[in-house]
């Protein structure tokens, strides 16, 4: 939306009803340089136009445009880079790797190909479990495809919100389908999180 789109928005909550001639006023413009802000704001029902009164609002679908500006957004346009490991990787290794990398899950690859995800409850309870973390690769305690709960970057934003919710959990792969030697394969292309979802909003309320 832009600035003087925002402010006739202003100008009809506090003063509405409010003809088109009293908005070019006090915004210093000609009726006719209003004409298509006010024809985008009625059609995407933020205002209404009554004939003879003039503009009102209708705050709701302010609400409508934000949730339409959340379901443009594609995954791939806020995922992050993911931080992998191969599966026979120590969990002491992947451990130290969640630490350098600052991230709360790892994913487990082989060649590029999603096999498995392992988070910080899955490092403590392989720590209260008393295995020998030098030993152990994360292999044995990563949860396993195929309940590996991902994502396509052509999805929409809200599709990985809704799925960290129901699934309870903090970050999924975003991957890519292909096919290797006649096999579906996972390819990990991304990461979106909490994190990804929380900076969305943050950025969108910004704007
Ligand atoms: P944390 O362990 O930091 O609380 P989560 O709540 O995401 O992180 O992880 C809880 C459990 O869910 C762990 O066993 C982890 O392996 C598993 N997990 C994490 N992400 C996924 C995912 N995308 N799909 C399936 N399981 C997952």
Not at 53 to 59: A, E, H, L, P, W
Not at 74 to 102: G, H, N, Q, R, W
Not at 140 to 159: C, F, Q, S
């Amino acid at each position: 939306m832009s600035i003087r789109q925002q402010r006739i928005i202003e100008i009809v909550k506090e003063q509405e009803p409010i003809t088109s001639e009293n908005i070019a006023s006090l915004l210093s413009v000609t009726r006719a340089t209003l004409r298509p802000d006010l024809a985008i704001l009625t059609m995407s029902g933020i205002l209404d136009a009554r004939p003879k009164v003039g503009y009102f609002y209708s705050g709701k679908s302010e609400i409508n445009l934000f949730t339409q500006q959340v379901k443009d957004i594609k995954i791939s346009d806020i995922m992050s880079v993911p931080s992998i490991v191969s599966e026979d990787t120590p969990v002491y290794e992947a451990i130290v790797t969640l630490f350098l990398e600052d991230v709360g899950t790892i994913f487990v690859v082989n060649n590029g190909n999603l096999i498995g995800v392992v988070s910080r409850k899955d490092f403590l309870k392989s720590a209260i479990g008393g295995i020998d973390i030098n030993k152990v690769p994360v292999g044995m305690i990563m949860t396993r495809k195929p309940n590996i709960i991902t994502v396509m970057g052509d999805e929409n934003a809200l599709h990985a919100a809704i799925k960290i919710l129901e699934h309870e959990v903090d970050s999924l792969p975003v991957v890519e389908k292909c096919l290797e030697e006649g096999k579906e394969k996972l390819k990990v292309i991304g990461k979106v999180s909490k994190s990804s979802i929380t900076k969305l909003l943050v950025e969108l309320c910004k704007d």
